[in-house]
């Protein structure tokens, strides 16, 4: 399943992009903005797979926005300009769409955000993390949770703790968004590894890790729990 957001000043071409995703099964539009700057602030504290981004828009502009992000999901623009599509692809974008688009043209997109998803994949079962002068190979399914203080965290998995001087914003840069969630301001989670969730806790092995309710409707959503 595919995660996505849309972001565009004008309300019909919102009322365009939800209509078309609601026609697929493997796209899921998780929410919808219409001020970039919001926008912004939802994507600091949540991973998505893809965005549908409108580039001229008032106060910050789509690419303004994609420049102000550390983590860049996949992107299809998604404007009525046509000249800047060639400006798009420097910001590596998977697909431009010049509105009015149809629901057709719409769906080759998805598919080129599917395959690009899914080379990604297929290209990362692991990352690596420095310990002194050693660099420690770390695979992403024997991670449990990571739990961050300051410059610093503790990457747990089944038999080991690591704790490399990090912080959330770099390790993120290394995990794959659709296997890890942030469930609060200092954990994040491997969602395959979860046992139960229960009175706003996740339990992992013998581990009971807090969901802060800044981030309990977007973990929620994840795991498609009402």
């Given amino acids: 399943m595919i995660r996505a ?14 209509h078309h995703a ?9 929410s919808c903005f219409y001020n970039s700057k919001e926008a912004l602030v939802f994507l600091k504290q949540n991973q998505v797979d893809l965005i549908f981004l409108d580039v001229n828009m008032p106060h910050l502009s789509g690419l303004e926005l994609l420049e ?11 404007t009525a300009y046509a000249e800047f599509a060639l400006e798009s692809y420097n910001y590596n974008a998977v697909d431009y769409l010049l509105k009015p688009f149809e ?39 024997v ?17 080991k703790v ?3 001087r990090m912080t ?9 968004p659709s296997q890890f969630v942030r469930v609060h301001q200092s954990y994040m989670v491997n969602i395959t590894n979860i046992n139960k969730i229960e009175n706003n806790q996740v339990y992992i092995e013998s581990y009971k890790i807090p969901i802060s309710t800044n981030y309990k409707e977007f973990f929620f959503k994840r795991l498609k729990l009402s």
């Fill in 22 to 30: 609601s026609k697929l099964d493997n796209l899921e539009l998780i």
């Fill in 168 to 176: 959330f914003t770099e390790i993120i840069e290394k995990l794959p």
């Fill in 143 to 159: 991670i449990l949770f990571i739990k961050g203080s300051g410059n610093y965290l503790d990457i747990t998995t089944h038999d």
């Fill in 68 to 78: 102000a992000l550390q983590i860049k999901p996949c992107v299809v623009f998604t």
């Fill in 103 to 141: 629901f057709d043209r719409f769906q080759i997109a998805i598919n080129k955000v599917e395959q690009r998803l899914a080379s990604q994949k297929q290209s990362n079962t692991f990352f690596f993390i420095k310990d002194g002068f050693k660099n420690i190979k770390i695979e992403y399914d």
């Fill in 5 to 18: 957001i849309a972001i565009d000043d004008e309300p019909k071409a919102i009322q365009i992009i939800q």
């Fill in 162 to 164: 690591f704790s490399p």
